[in-house]
């Protein structure tokens, strides 16, 4: 089998005979959607959406390029599910605009692009200048944007006067297909001209959709669900379609019958678990398990060589800033993933960007709609939509282990945070102590990191500073259970029983103006957490488990200061404050 890597035009697939994972009932579903005038459907990238999108394209043009588009269909389902269906083939003028270009370094080079984009569209379509149905004007208008001149207002409504002089043209109603709506307002909230980008795209958006009386319909793809206050803005007969509605649900991504059948014919059928860890896992509207199709076709193609396939084809630069700037209370609810548990978190069904850092439940939402998590179940109470999140699958989990490795090593390197956190497990905690000063607290973490909530703050550092951890099968990392007579707070369970296990256990010290008194109660404070485990009997979970080779850590601190005390088998593994490394400034 050939299957196509990269691919997003339906026509060149078909026509170079490459293997088709036969997607055609989306053409259906979205003929029977007959009451939704604009359908919006998102989708985490690499997951099918312009290909498909392509395929309504060559369905509904009777040619493209010069080339009649019905044989394309032979022998595709679509053509078996009735007349009803294939009598909308090669039927309507189609306008199909890919926004995925329209992105830069700053507004003004991106304008420029979408003017050549939009150049490139009219150029498709340049036949209606013969019309005599269209007047001097609208053929003078059409030409400026042919040639990229067109004024801002005349660019602001492209789309809108296409559907006009098509309809003249024609005297059918066309179709517009839009694909990465949200591409340039994604990138423009990253490189600070947001607020420009979402003017254009409200006008070309609102323009061209609302109650637009030469349009027939039209179906929208992108990778978040915008909120309509920001770009579609009065557009009343739109319906958005997202990772928690069933509709289209099968359509993009590959379905366990799917996968069944591909490695049937690649022969790996023996590999279907370690596939299914790796690429499974994204449940859409609830009922249909989708694996992730680039990298299912990525590792088909190299013999079922697994590897992480979809994250390495993007920087993933805004998920690795809403972590490292995450609170405290969100980094430690982010260690329930990272361990495989779940998180009830309300999902904001409506992404504002500029609320991003103000809203947590913005930042889960971008995560789930950009396929960084996934939903195993959902309920709406009258706060809002209620989803049970979770990591979906390895190659993302392990992308997460990298984030949180990069950020702490703050430029210092995979190879310095390998022995950092070997001097933690190995007990060398006076190394462990100096490094996590000097490297880390002082070059990595902020003051304003800590400030909002401290103990939670401390808590997600240990998650970071332990992320590696997560997939290794030789520590099991613990923290807030119940063990002996209370909850230790956090402990990394060693699998070898030769090899230590570790007990930690943090506590708050409230500043004070003298340093050296201050120093001094972070040590005494750090000793009484080391007692705590002791007294409390939080070693009861590892004892019972045959672990007596136990660390008992005690972490104090205030602000950036800190102080840890550690104890093994009675004796102490720290040496006194005056040999403790001091903070500079």
Known sequence: MNLPVGYDNFGKVIENKLDFVDKSLFIKEVIDDISTEVAVIVRPRRFGKTLNLSM??????????GKP???????????????????????????????KDVKDQDYSVTYRNFCRL?????????????????SSHQKRVYESILEEKGSVTDMQSSLFNLTHVLYLHHGIKPWLLIDEYDTPIQVGYVRGYYNEIIGLMRSLLGQSLKSNPY???????????????????????????????????????????????????????????????WYNGYQIGGTTTIYNPWSMTNCLK??????????????????????????????????????????????????????????????????????YLKVSAQHREDQGLWCTLEIPNREVRNLYRQIIEQWLSNGYGIEWYNTFLNHLLTGNLKAFERELLVQV??????????????????????????????????????????????????????????????????????????????MTKLEETAREAVKQISKSRYVAEAENRGNTNIIKIGLAFCGKRFKIQAEQNGRSLIETASESPKLQG
């Open 302 to 371: 190299r013999g079922g060589e697994v590897g992480p396939y979809w994250v390495n084809t993007s920087d993933n630069q805004l998920i690795r800033d809403l972590l490292v700037s995450s609170s405290g209370r969100f980094k430690s609810e982010f260690q329930r993933l990272l361990e495989g548990g779940r998180v009830d978190r309300i999902v904001d069904e409506h992404m504002v960007f500029e609320d991003l850092r103000k809203s947590e439940s913005g930042v889960w939402s971008l995560m789930l709609m950009t396929g």
């Open 56 to 65: 309504l394209h060559h369905f509904l043009s009777a040619e493209i390029d």
């Open 441 to 518: 607290m002082e070059s990595t973490i902020s003051s304003h990191d800590m400030s909002r909530d401290p103990e939670a703050f401390y808590h997600g550092l240990m998650i970071g500073l332990t992320a590696s951890l997560y997939q290794s099968k030789n520590y099991e990392i613990r923290s807030n259970r119940e063990s002996g007579y209370g909850r230790y707070d956090y402990m990394i369970l060693s699998q070898d029983k030769s090899k230590p296990t570790l007990l930690l256990e943090f506590k708050r010290v409230d500043t004070l103006k003298d340093e050296e008194r201050l």
């Open 118 to 134: 939009m150049s490139h569209v009219y150029l498709q379509h340049q036949s209606v200048l013969s019309s005599p149905k269209l």
């Open 215 to 277: 349009l027939h319909r039209s179906v929208i793809t992108g990778i978040l669900r915008v909120s309509k206050e920001s770009i579609f803005s009065g557009v009343n007969n739109l319906e958005m379609y997202t990772l928690l509605r069933r509709e289209y649900a099968q359509h993009f991504g590959f379905t366990e019958e799917e996968v069944s059948a591909l490695l049937r014919s690649y022969d790996l059928e023996k590999e279907t678990e370690v596939i299914k860890e």
């Open 69 to 99: 588009t019905q044989p394309l269909f032979d022998g595709l389902k679509i053509l078996s599910a009735g007349e009803k269906y294939q009598q909308h083939q090669g039927r309507y003028p189609v306008i199909f605009v890919t926004l």
